[in-house]
């Protein structure tokens, strides 16, 4: 299987490539937006970087798929196989979120990420496809970590949309502040008083086309909300599925290893996300940040507790 493993490994390069490809052409397109003519006119840089993502997404699944079919297993038993899983879920759902809205607006700042994380795990992550220690082999490898896979692909986009959602509201104070000191002056000016000269600095004023291409910061912040909501969910399960497969593999559902441990405050903090959010309110900026903390909790999850910690789950580089 030598052959088919290398041929996983050629095509996650290959969708590499065509991830760089869609990642320079939505860039293309965000900056055309700045100066882009009347409404409706054709956006070429944007269909090339979707016709490209597309294309990626199919050398990405194929190259996951062989990964399975050179190791003999499901593909996700080890951190290189979990990057190229997670990305693959990542894009998924960027290219899900198109049906209904025009999300393309997205494609930078998910290709972006995405692409650093494939670079990681071919660079630094890759191990050879071969078999699983004996105590992996069990159908809770394909539960549990097939399911904290989709969460962390479902959760990376929805930390992206509320980091945009936080760049979206600032844009918006600005404009709210510039149109009322435009009224002010007016008023001003009909009283008799001279004109202000203009203060509009860089960075100030009104939106750019860019920001105002996008949807509203509340409207990012109920898709991202949608998107923790379902992660959450997903996540739950990946925690409760743990227990249940640390009973079978070591005798305890729960030994405080620093692996269960992470896991345990990434659910605390969208758990108390979504309490915050739906209870008291959180709405907005507040539950940016939430959102984004969590985030960077599944990330120290992930990649602290892996190189950091001595963890049980070290062998599995899970």
Not at 12 to 25: H, R
Not at 100 to 106: Q, V
Not at 196 to 204: C, F, K, L, M, V
Not at 273 to 294: M, P, Q, V
Request: charged share 15%; net charge positive; glycine share 10%.
């Amino acid at each position: 299987m030598t052959d088919v493993g290398q041929l996983s490994t050629l095509l996650i390069y290959g969708t590499m490539a065509a991830y760089g490809v869609a990642l320079v052409a939505f860039a293309v397109d965000l900056s055309g937006l700045r100066d882009r003519g009347p409404e409706g006119r054709p956006r070429k840089a944007v269909g090339i970087a979707m016709s490209t993502t597309t294309l990626g997404v199919v050398l990405h699944l194929a190259g996951v798929v062989l990964r399975g079919v050179a190791a003999g297993r499901v593909p996700w038993a080890n951190m290189y196989e979990f990057s190229i899983l997670a990305t693959l879920i990542a894009v998924g759902v960027f290219l899900g979120l198109q049906r209904g809205r025009d999300m393309r607006f997205l494609g930078t700042f998910v290709l972006g990420p995405t692409l650093l994380l494939l670079g990681i795990a071919v660079s630094v992550l890759y191990v050879r496809a071969d078999g699983v220690q004996p105590i992996l082999d069990s159908y809770w490898l394909i539960i549990h970590v097939s399911i904290a896979t989709i969460a962390t692909g479902i959760l990376t986009v929805a930390a992206t949309l509320s980091v945009l959602q936080l760049v979206q509201e600032r844009a918006e104070l600005r404009q709210v502040e510039q149109e009322a000191a435009e009224v002010a002056d007016r008023e001003l000016v009909g009283a008799g008083a001279p004109a202000r000269p203009a203060s509009r600095g860089p960075g100030r004023g009104r939106r750019s086309k860019v920001w105002q291409a996008m949807p509203n910061s509340a409207e990012l912040e109920r898709l991202a909300f949608r998107l923790n909501a379902v992660g959450f969910m997903l996540w739950t399960f990946t925690v409760v599925a743990g227990a249940i497969w640390a009973e079978h593999a070591w005798g305890r559902p729960w030994g405080w290893d620093p692996k269960e441990v992470f896991s345990f405050v990434v659910w605390v903090v969208y758990a108390a996300y979504l309490h915050s959010r739906a209870t008291r309110g959180w709405e907005g900026r507040r539950a940016a940040y939430l959102s984004i903390f969590g985030f960077a909790c599944v990330l120290a999850n992930y990649f602290l507790v892996n190189f950091l910690f001595d963890s049980m789950h070290a062998y599995s580089g899970l």
